[in-house]
């Protein structure tokens, strides 16, 4: 049995004083193939580095919401940054634009550069035929919104997706995969069977956000992509299915979401 954790940070600096060790012991526990999630340039840049020492690992490229430019002016040079990385990958590690999106939980005050920013790069998106990552919290009308003016050719992922029924129906009906992540697991999740069964398995990916939001029973620590395979086992349990069933799935999802040559 194999999984696939679409998004982890695996270049985030809480891994910088074992990322190889992490990253060995990640295979070998049968978690064989994951993302390395950018979130601005520089994170990109290490992303894209990563991956390219292991067949295994793949990345995607973007400004995060919590990470765009200060200005409207500065958005061009942030893009522009951006294009490059993905021009000059010559290994096609890239495999989508994120993590993009909205956040205006820590941010209320640039919404409009947060918004400029999205569309920015889903016309980059479009332009090198790439699915994106979408990160929103607390924006999900104006994420939405942005979506269905906007059209991503290759559609993607909703990372981590707030247990919201309206964000979900709204974004199973625009093509988009949703992602589940440790918090469907949380005691304190009173939703989460419900919008978990909303969504048809071949419709899911699950991932880690490492080395945040450890799932049950890791919670308090560290987080890193061994952990998906609790993830999985939750939808199982939701959907009445075995695990095998949601790793084999979950991972084709995966493949097909991103363009991914090569299988297990």
């Known amino acids: 049995m194999e999984f696939f954790d ?7 600096e809480k891994f910088d004083e074992d990322r190889e060790e992490i990253i060995k012991q990640t295979y070998e526990n049968s978690i064989t193939k994951f ?12 992303g894209l580095e990563i991956a390219k020492k292991h067949n295994f690992i793949y990345t995607i490229s973007g400004i995060s919401p919590n ?38 939980y820590w941010n209320k005050e640039n919404k409009e550069i947060q918004k ?7 016309n980059l998106a479009n332009k090198y035929n790439l699915p994106i990552v979408i990160h929103t919290r607390e924006a999900i009308c104006d994420t939405i919104e942005i979506l269905k003016q906007n059209k991503v050719n290759n559609t993607g992922v909703f990372h981590c997706c707030p247990l919201n029924r309206e964000l979900i129906k709204e974004g199973l009906s625009l093509g988009y995969y949703i992602s589940f992540a440790g918090p469907i697991t949380f005691k304190n999740s009173k939703n989460a069977e419900e919008i978990v069964k909303m969504v048809p398995l071949e419709k899911i990916l699950i991932e ?17 992509c061994i952990n998906v395979k609790y993830v999985a086992e939750k939808i199982a349990n939701f959907k009445g299915l075995n695990i095998e069933e949601v790793a084999k799935t979950t991972y084709e999802n995966a493949i097909k979401v991103f363009g991914i040559q090569s299988t297990r």
């Open 116 to 122: 400029e920013t999205f569309k920015q790069q889903i």
């Open 35 to 46: 993302i390395c999630a950018g979130y601005n340039i520089e994170s990109s840049k290490l």
């Open 6 to 12: 679409s998004h982890s940070h695996y270049n985030d």
């Open 67 to 104: 990470d765009v430019p200060e200005s409207l002016e500065q958005i061009d040079s942030s893009i522009k940054q951006l294009e490059e990385l993905i021009k000059n990958d010559n290994n096609k590690k890239i495999v989508a634009i994120g993590e993009i999106g909205l956040d205006y």
């Open 208 to 224: 880690t956000d490492s080395p945040y939001l450890s799932p049950e029973p890791k919670r308090g620590t560290r987080n890193n």
